[in-house]
RNA sequence: GGUCGCGUGGCCGAGGGGCUUAGGCACCGGUCUGCAAAACCGGUUACGGCGGUUCGAAUCCGCCCGCGACCUCCA
């Protein structure tokens, strides 16, 4: 691998060096979501970062395996007994069985995170399918002792944990710490310590996702999903694990315990992190109710919004800031960001029609090696493009012949387009369907090859009504020497 | 209350001891054009406050103010 990538890793707190464990393999492991609800701008950060983060490897020549799990079981509304399963308690406000919430919601996930051409990961665990793999590794971690078992619960023992490993080091808490800010939640007398964690839970009798086990009948805790599958499709030990920056702590401290509590060592090499999407300076999310689904950004339907977005808008909103940095929804953020992809694509659609010279005062291989250090340095695609909008200045002004292009030249600018802005950062422009875009099309140059010919008798009355004509209807004409350019704006 | 982080121009958002006019959007001027749009060129508005370190600080340190995340489900 030639390139040399740094990402900053949550456990050290810097950045460091890329070096796979095994190469060219490597394991990434994300937090996919928990399906009892619509995607909303939220749940598109880690799906967009970590997709990045995906292709960016698989362009490095990495053979990847992506594991993003599907919480279906064992997330609860709080910690407390009688703490309610957020997918079941969803299923008795539909009347559903909760394996139905569960497809509609994954399916729904799928089809919006799709269409911001966001890769399925290789495989797509769900908690209820390794119900197994969950008890055994309950198992395991009560066998070495870092786990009791209490009236059918089993419960993680951070104290005793803690004596030999380090509790809180992702998190950077300590246990002292812990003992005097965790809350007591009724219904938890049975553990030892508050900040104790169920590996495994009794099913109250009105509980209705339940299994069999050695300890009855019950569910796994929330922690344990991750540990066990990440550890079946990745192994032991694997590269990097991703997630929101809410799930660090407890999620992810517990999933270090689990892991390390099990094998005895760490199981993951690199802890990544992105941060939240807010809006108006507030985390966005389901709690707070002030989330926008994603769909009601693709339909414009929500009182917030001004206008609908594509998702392809979404998608560069999202990577024109950094993963690690807070970003902050508003629509004129969002149309900012539809207008500089605009601009991108027209950039394109101009690099197909460059006259080539047989002189150059352009230096391709400088862009490609600026666009590199973007990308490696902590996928700093912000960075990254504004690069890419030097090189859309340099494409213009190539088209209005300010600046020489060979033709070798351009053909290196048609690789950075590929290789960057559609293979890396996963941009592509949305097409219309087929037939009604060639329908549209001609009917426009109908009218403006009518304009032309007034033009030429100079009726420009009659030219100006079509322009206006089109123009209301969003149309844009850019008049040239002998003819006319169009494009459809919203 | 504890832990961590942030405060950059009209908006979004990088950078992070001297030199980045970062970039995008918006606005203004110029070139081009029948007019316009686009494009290109140029311009405007910055580093929360107060101290300190330093030859030099938006960048390091301290204090203050404001904001956020986590500590309880959340991507």
């Known amino acids: 691998m030639a390139q040399e990538f740094y990402i900053y890793n949550t456990l050290t707190r810097q950045k460091e060096k890329f070096r796979a464990l095994n190469p060219p393999h490597v394991g990434l492991y994300v937090c996919g979501p928990t ?14 970062t970590f997709d990045l983060l995906y292709r960016y490897l698989k362009h490095l020549g990495y053979k990847v395996r992506y594991v993003r799990n599907i919480t279906d079981v064992g997330h609860l509304e709080n910690d407390a ?57 309950a198992k395991k971690i009560l066998e070495k002792g870092y786990a009791y078992e209490k009236n059918g619960n089993i419960y993680f023992d951070v104290e005793r944990y803690n004596k030999e490993h380090n509790y809180g080091k992702l998190s950077g808490r300590n ?24 590996l495994w839970k009794k099913a109250t009798p009105k509980h209705i996702m339940r299994w069999p086990s050695d300890w009855g009948e019950g569910f796994p805790g929330w922690h344990i ?12 030990k694997f590269d990097i694990h991703g997630g929101g920056m809410d799930l660090l702590f407890p999620h992810h ?34 709690s707070l109710d002030n989330f926008i689904t994603l769909n009601e950004f693709f ?49 394109e659609e101009t690099l197909e029609t460059l006259k080539s010279s ?53 053909k290196k600018l048609k690789g950075l387009y590929k290789t960057f802005v559609h293979d890396i950062l996963g941009i592509e422009k949305e097409e219309k369907t087929k037939e009604e875009s060639r329908l549209t099309e001609e009917l426009i140059e109908l009218l403006l090859n009518l304009r032309l010919e007034a033009k030429k008798r100079k009726d420009f009355e009659t030219a100006d009504k079509i322009r206006n004509a089109l123009t209301k209807k969003g149309i844009v004409v850019k008049d040239t020497k002998d003819g006319f350019e169009w494009e459809i704006k919203k």
């Not at 619509?38 to 799906?47: D, F, S, T």
């Not at 291989?365 to 030097?390: C, M, R, W």
């Open 35 to 48: 399906v009892y609800g619509e995607a909303h701008l939220g749940h598109a950060r880690p799906a967009v």
């Open 81 to 137: 007994d009688d703490g309610e399963d957020k997918i079941a308690k969803k299923a008795k406000v539909e009347k559903l069985e909760p394996m139905e919430i569960v497809e509609y919601y994954t399916r729904s996930y799928h089809h919006t995170v799709d269409r911001m051409n966001v890769l399925r990961p290789n495989i797509e665990p769900r908690a209820t399918g390794h119900i197994i793999e969950q008890q055994q590794l």
């Open 175 to 198: 246990i002292e710490e812990l003992k005097a800010n965790t809350r007591n939640l009724e219904g938890q007398e049975e553990k030892k310590n508050p900040f104790d964690f169920a």
């Open 225 to 236: 999903e991750c540990s066990a599958m990440s550890t079946k499709y990745l192994g032991e």
């Open 253 to 286: 401290e517990c999933e270090i315990a689990q892991s390390t509590a099990a094998n005895g060592k760490e199981s993951v090499k690199y802890w990544m992190h992105n941060n939240m999407i807010t809006i108006q300076g507030q985390k966005m999310g389901k």
């Open 299 to 347: 339909s414009g339907k929500h009182k917030l919004l001004e206008k609908p977005f594509t998702p392809m808008t979404i998608r560069f909103f999202i990577l024109q800031a950094h993963y690690r940095s807070p970003l902050d929804f508003s629509n004129e953020a969002l149309q900012a960001a539809e207008k500089g992809m605009e601009k991108l694509f027209k950039a």
């Open 358 to 410: 047989n002189k150059s005062n352009i230096d391709a291989g400088d862009l490609e090696q600026k666009f590199y250090e973007a990308i490696n340095d902590d996928l700093n695609t912000p960075v990254l493009f504004s690069h890419i909008f030097d090189m859309v200045r340099i494409i213009n002004s190539i088209k209005d012949e300010k600046t020489k292009a060979t033709n070798e030249d351009i």
